[in-house]
């Protein structure tokens, strides 16, 4: 018999994770995969019959893994709190699921709202993270602190929904420049052992600006794929900021590490 579990990760994600989870009342399991939420997340997963399932965060990859592991489907969807299942996505992955000529892993296109519209460039549309669809043991996650990547269990090629799922990133700029801050902490971990400086901070940062802007046309989108694209400067602006303090950090904290000029 086949049976699709549907996974959320989620930390403090009250304002969103309802509407998420009532998106994948069609699923046969759903399991909110939780990292000690404190805002009536956990809550409101039990009151619509989600598992919730209690993981300490240490990364994005690590958390996703041990998704996989609660998931008893013989196929899973992964989605995250502030994403929502259409009803078109739904009938798309049943078709998938029972046919007999289906691959393992599919990718899922997301349509973006941001700032009041429809985000259509920028980078953000269509719009694909890790494949979101596939069969159980079909691929696992490496332990990139985060935008970790994946690795095939499988030697077929990997399908595309045609329908997309609706993400709603930041309910407001406040959320977009805390996420931000976030991850560019966890990012900083990333160029650990790697040279870095202001000059590839600002180099590197602006780059990030002009590719959401200009070549993912993101000046299409207005004033939101302004600040789309401002955001992705600060974040991998202060990435390597924080390495570079990380790295001051290990100076200061030695004997011999500074010295007057």
Request: include cysteine; aromatic fraction near 12%; hydrophobic fraction near 40%.
């Amino acid at each position: 018999m086949t049976k699709i579990s549907a996974y959320v990760i989620a930390y403090n994600e009250a304002e969103k994770v309802a509407a998420t989870l009532a998106s994948l009342g069609w699923c046969d399991e759903v399991i909110l995969v939780d990292s000690h939420s404190t805002d009536g997340t956990i809550e409101i997963a039990n009151s619509m019959g989600a598992r919730v399932v209690q993981v300490d965060f240490q990364g994005f990859g690590h958390l996703r893994n041990e998704a996989l592991k609660a998931c008893s489907g013989n196929w899973i969807l992964s989605v995250d709190a502030d994403e929502r299942c259409t009803p078109e996505v739904q009938q798309e992955v049943q078709q998938i699921i029972h046919a007999t000529d289906a691959l393992d892993v599919y990718l899922v296109p997301r349509r973006n709202y941001f700032m009041g519209r429809w985000i259509r460039h920028s980078g953000w549309y269509p719009n694909f993270r890790q494949p979101q669809l596939f069969r159980k043991g079909a691929l696992n996650y490496d332990l990139k602190p985060v935008h970790e990547g994946y690795m095939l269990n499988t030697n077929k090629p990997v399908g595309v929904l045609k329908n997309a799922i609706w993400q709603f990133p930041f309910k407001n700029t406040a959320e977009l420049l805390h996420k931000a801050n976030r991850y560019s902490t966890l990012g900083a971990a990333k160029l650990v052992g790697k040279k870095v400086s202001m000059s590839k901070a600002l180099t590197h940062g602006f780059w990030a600006f002009i590719k959401h802007y200009i070549f993912k046309l993101g000046i299409l989108d207005g004033w939101p794929g302004f600040v789309i694209a401002l955001g992705n400067f600060e974040g991998t602006f202060y990435r390597y900021v924080k390495a570079l303090e990380k790295q001051n950090e290990e100076k200061w904290k030695s004997p011999t590490g500074i010295r007057p000029d």
